[in-house]
Structures are given as C-alpha cells and as structure tokens.
C-alpha cells in the first residue's frame, strides 16, 4: 500500500512539472511579428522587420559617457523625402524625420518631445539631438 501512494506521488509530482512550458526559442515576437532576440526590429518605412546593425547606412554614438559605444542606422524613403533613425535608448524603436525643403536636412516632428536633425556631414551623415551631435 504504501509503495502504491508513493508511486502514485511520484507520478502525479512528475504530470506537474511536465505541465510547466519552457519558452520557446525564437517566442518574443512583437505586434508586428519582429523577432528581438533574433535582432530584428520593426522598420517603419520599409514595413517590415530589419536588422538595424545589417543597414547600409550606420553612425556611431559622439561623446558617450558610457564604457560603450552605441550605434544607429538610418533608413531613407526610396524620394529621400524621410529618414528613420534607430535610436537605441529612445522611448521608441525608430524615429521618422521629414526632409526640410530641397536641401538635405531632415527634421522630427513637435509630436517627439526632443528635437531630431539629420544632415550631411563629410562623406556621411550626422544627427543632432537638440542641437548637439550625439551621433555621425
């Protein structure tokens, strides 16, 4: 009797812990169905996911107080009418910035608490925030 309450113990304890899930590699999907631990993120202009290191155009962080170096990479419109800039430690993954009249300055809205510009710099790029280069 008692070995079949034991084995009956042992049985139902093992049900429990095979009821457990373990994630999933591959699970964290976003609304738009990005997989970060993979390095996508969800592109704006392109309407699709990305691998922000993977761009072409990328800019390293200017006079970071950090023991490291972020990056940003920025997507144009096929018109190069708007720019989205991938911003690491912004509230929101990517930030579109409106081309300025017919010269090559691209600006964020009012609706974005900082203030964003990107524009030529050597043979580059360069983006301010606020007016002060944090990335080129």
Sequence with gaps: ?????????????TLIFA??????V?????VHGCIGSAGYTYSQ????????F?????????????SYTSMTAIIFT?????????????????IILNKE???KIWKSGSYIKDSYVLTP???SYQIKKNDEVIYQ
């Design 1 to 13: 009797m008692k070995k079949t309450i034991l084995f009956s113990a042992m049985f139902l304890g």
């Design 54 to 66: 993977e761009q072409k155009l990328k800019l390293k962080e200017v006079n970071s107080d950090k």
């Design 101 to 103: 009249g017919k010269g």
């Design 78 to 94: 096929k018109d190069m009418k708007k720019a989205e800039v991938f911003i690491p430690d912004g509230v929101a993954k990517s």
């Design 121 to 123: 710099y050597k043979k």
């Design 26 to 30: 591959g699970g964290d999907r976003d």
């Design 19 to 24: 009821q457990k899930k373990t994630p999933v």
């Design 45 to 52: 202009i392109k309407n699709d996911c990305v691998r922000v």
